[in-house]
């Protein structure tokens, strides 16, 4: 029998019995209306701009008419292109509530992105929210809309022209079956992957997340991590409210403005966010020559990335609050473990798994499903009600990834401590965590190889304080001639932002083995020296 590991806590076993599983509301739309609190308690704040619960629930049951009205059936998918606002969250409990499958994507990913994502998934409806976003109005002019939905209490959204051509996907009754959300990352071969989350797979986290924060109606939760991502959608947004408390959306992170959050009446409680977040405020702060008082806030949150040590006591030492940690990933909802606010920890361990949640440790030499040996780390898989229902349209890749017997491959490697926290010890990818979002190497490399002057192109993580860096090296054709610059204005104009190399070096050939593969460990281990030719 293989070794399994659970949460050895007593006080949180009734968070994870079959029959609280099993009460969990029907659909992610139904949050607005259980945590209204009679509707009148703050949901969501945005600048000036505040929205009840009460008219949370009334905004998207309008846009839920309006969607159906333009011919949107469940099993659709429909894509929403925007930043955080009330509208965008409006917007994915209207499309999950009629059962069609939100597809909310960044509208900072370039136009190449989205159309690769789109061409995909092939969307019913595309859904611009161009008031809230520069960078969506500019993407609503290259798709030629020209029709739009009016909402009360919200601005005008973008509307595609439908596509007949939509097959519409089967609809499950269960909350278990029916996709809640498709969550797009991009997949090792450089081509988009779209992560099926159910609505059982986010209100469980939702449920969690917000039980483990010890929520409350009177909590102000930040909400700066985009809700395309699962850690903004899942954990953040949906957690938050499914305790009864305000989110305070923020369009786009800064520094300035988390810090400015931090403070006054109405200051934030709880901060959730990436290391790379934490440093920059500490950085701010400390360069402000005095951290501002934060008496109201009580729980801080990392996670989406690993969290330095050193990060972690500068932070701590500075605001007096724990930083704690977590772990997960999008094929899990994302969480799978974090620390928890009664039991502080001094190091970066991400803490007990989740209630409900099971683990294994694999050996990862052998391929076979054996455990790893007890006193080595193992390749992490993982089983429970978080666990994605699949890979759209890629039965392959699921099939390789989570087991008949729904274990999911997480491809990094851990070890438990003997308290039972959870110690992620690397990765068995390339995978490369830049501010909490996932680049992965073939998608850059795969564009620098498009320019008519590289012959080849190795892409590999450096770790900085708090995050890590993209870093490219680059053999021209023979005879070919450029530099950094242009490479680097050719990878901007195709790729978002926290994709593009923070440094692209010229070399004049690239180590490669007997068979042609690119030694990506040597470049690695010589990141820090100058290998670049005068260009």
């Known amino acids: 029998m293989p070794r399994i590991y659970t949460s050895n806590r007593a006080s949180e076993r009734e968070l994870a019995t079959p029959d609280l599983v099993a009460s969990l509301p029907h659909r992610i739309s139904d949050i607005p209306t259980l945590a209204s609190g009679g509707g009148a308690n703050a949901a969501l704040r945005h600048g000036a701009r505040m929205w009840t619960y009460a008219q949370l629930v009334d905004a998207f049951t309008h846009a839920s008419r309006s969607l159906t009205a333009a011919g949107v059936r469940g099993g659709d998918r429909v894509l929403v292109v925007g930043e955080n606002c009330p509208e965008m969250l409006a917007l994915l409990f209207a499309v999950s509530s009629i059962d ?14 989205i159309a690769a994502i789109s061409t995909h998934c092939t969307p019913r409806r595309r859904l611009f929210l161009t008031a809230a976003s520069s960078d969506a109005a500019a993407h609503a002019t290259r798709a030629g809309t020209e029709e739009s939905i009016v909402i009360p209490a919200m601005p005008a ?12 996907e089967p609809v499950h009754d269960g909350s278990a079956r029916q996709v809640a ?4 990352t991009t997949g090792t071969t450089g081509e988009p992957k779209g992560v099926m989350l159910s609505h059982r797979n986010l209100l469980f986290i939702a449920r969690l997340s917000s039980a483990l924060r010890s929520l409350r109606p009177s909590d102000r939760v930040y909400g700066v991590l985009p809700i395309s991502h699962v850690y903004g959608l899942a954990s953040v947004s949906l957690g ?13 992170y800064t520094p300035e403005a988390m810090r400015d959050a931090l403070t006054g009446a109405d200051a934030l409680t709880m901060l959730q966010g990436v290391p790379s977040m934490y440093a920059k405020l500490l950085d701010r702060v400390e360069s402000d020559g005095a951290c501002p008082a934060v008496p109201l806030l009580r729980a801080c949150f990392s996670g989406g990335a690993p969290l330095d040590p050193v990060l972690k006591r500068r932070f701590e030492e500075r605001f007096a609050v724990t930083l704690q940690n977590g772990y997960g990933l999008t094929e899990a909802s994302p969480t799978i473990a974090h620390t928890r606010l009664d039991a502080p920890r001094g190091d970066c361990a ?20 054996r455990d790893a040996p007890a006193d080595e780390a193992g390749e992490l898989w993982v089983r429970g009600s978080n666990v994605m229902l699949g890979y759209y349209r890629n039965e392959a890749l699921t099939a390789a990834t989570v087991d008949a017997e729904g274990w999911l491959n997480t491809g990094d490697l851990a070890r438990f401590d003997p308290d039972g926290a959870l110690m992620i010890v690397g990765r068995t990818k390339e995978l490369i965590i830049r501010s909490g979002f996932n680049v992965y190497p073939a998608e850059v490399e795969a564009v620098l190889n498009a320019h008519p002057a590289i012959l080849l192109s190795a892409v590999v993580g450096r770790a900085v304080t708090g995050n890590e860096e993209v870093v490219a090296f680059v053999q021209l054709r023979p005879g070919a001639r450029t530099n950094a610059d242009e490479l680097a204005a050719h990878a901007r104009a195709l790729l978002a932002p ?6 692209i070096r010229i070399v004049e050939s690239l180590p490669v083995a007997a068979n042609g593969k690119v030694l990506k460990h040597r470049l690695s281990e010589g990141i820090s020296r100058a290998v670049a030719t005068p260009s």
């Open 100 to 113: 069609a499958w939100p597809v909310i994507v960044n509208a900072r990913l370039s136009a190449r992105e």
């Open 157 to 168: 959204v973008a509307m595609s022209a439908r596509d007949d051509a939509c097959k519409a």
């Open 181 to 184: 959300a498709l969550i797009y």
């Open 240 to 252: 938050t409210l499914y305790g009864g408390g305000c989110l305070v959306l923020q369009t786009r």
């Open 350 to 369: 991400v803490g007990p798994l989740l209630p409900g949640v099971e683990a294994r440790l694999v050996d990862a030499r052998h391929h076979d499903g």
């Open 498 to 503: 926290y994709k593009q190399p923070a440094e």
